[in-house]
């Protein structure tokens, strides 16, 4: 199954500073890229366990003794860990963004170029899709969306319409939703506004904020003192919760201070934020809004 390259491979990896016998998790499997790499660097002793809840992602299985694939929400970290009876792991890398596997097949709805039903489910097996969320959510709730995930000025007036529109006949495909909306799409900045429409949809669909949350929060318990994490973001909402909750161990607020008045938290960063290289984004346009941050467990 074609999967494109994976986003700042090498960084991503070094990132990890990886042991020959060490236990890492790569919790966006997607083509396996990240994994590949990572099985490279581990000896024999080495361990490897992916998350990927796509169903598709499966056909990419690496057959590596080293290697375990878990279809499941990476949210669930700990608790998959825990059923094959790992408590600890030295690495966790994620890769936040939609695979180009998802964004090719027309059919997931992924995509802003192709006609296809409204779907937008990384797990298939999921009950909430893009036309649930279009067609089922409140005005109110549908505002939300599109302002605090599509981070979309015209939202209230977008909810709107989509409403008025909905009452007249369900909105089933990507081509209806852009003609309920034509109005908001001008004709140079069209394509970035039907990003940031999909990106907001695509976010509720899946929940990515919430998973992310639960990832974040896990990773101090499951990786050992000096583990690494090594994360890449592709949009400013999922690349602030990281950067925070690096800094300080939680989302909001400010961490308590220890009797010297040091503030206490479960991780620090590793160098600066790591972004592609022009090379790398003309090679790979997807790459251009990508952000690595690395941390360590204290």
């Known amino acids: 199954m074609e999967y494109h390259n994976p986003v700042l491979l090498r960084e991503t990896v070094e990132g990890l500073n990886i042991k020959q016998d060490g236990i890492y998790v790569d919790v966006t499997f997607g083509g396996g890229g990240h994994s590949k790499e990572i099985l490279k660097q581990l000896g024999p002793k080495g361990k490897l366990y992916a998350f990927d809840q796509d169903q598709d992602a499966l056909l990419n299985t690496i057959d590596d003794s080293r290697f375990t694939l878990i279809n499941e929400n990476f949210k669930f970290l700990k608790r998959f860990l825990r059923f094959y009876g790992v408590k600890e792991v030295d690495g966790i890398l994620a890769d936040f963004g939609v695979s180009s596997h998802q964004f090719d097949v027309a059919e997931r709805g992924f995509s802003t170029r192709f006609e296809a039903n409204l779907d937008m489910r990384m797990n298939q097996n999921s009950a909430l899709s893009a036309f649930e969320v279009i067609n089922n959510y409140e005005e109110e709730q549908l505002r939300q969306v599109f302002w605090q995930y599509g981070e979309l000025r015209q939202a209230p007036a977008m909810a709107r319409v989509i409403v008025e529109e909905r009452s007249k006949?369900?909105?089933?495909?990507?081509?209806?939703?852009?003609?309920?909306?034509?109005?908001?799409?001008?004709?140079?900045?069209?394509?970035?506004?039907?990003?940031?429409?999909?990106?907001?949809?695509?976010?509720?669909?899946?929940?990515?904020?919430?998973a992310l949350k639960e990832l974040l929060q896990q990773t101090p318990e499951v990786l050992k003192v000096g583990g690494r994490l090594s994360f890449i973001s592709y949009h400013?909402?999922?690349?602030?919760?990281?950067?925070?909750?690096?800094?300080?161990?939680?989302?909001?607020?400010?961490?308590?201070?220890?009797?010297?008045?040091?503030?206490?938290?479960?991780?620090?960063?590793?160098?600066?934020?790591?972004?592609?290289?022009?090379?790398?984004?003309?090679?790979?346009n997807r790459a251009r809004s990508a952000k690595l941050r690395i941390a360590e467990k204290l």
Do not use: W
């Open 169 to 210: 006949s369900k909105i089933k495909t990507s081509e209806q939703l852009k003609t309920a909306l034509k109005r908001f799409l001008q004709h140079k900045k069209e394509n970035k506004v039907l990003a940031q429409i999909y990106q907001a949809i695509r976010i509720e669909v899946n929940q990515e904020i919430e």
């Open 236 to 284: 400013s909402l999922e690349d602030r919760l990281v950067k925070r909750f690096i800094r300080n161990g939680m989302f909001e607020g400010e961490p308590e201070r220890d009797v010297f008045g040091n503030y206490k938290v479960p991780l620090k960063k590793i160098g600066g934020l790591v972004m592609p290289s022009p090379q790398e984004i003309k090679l790979n």
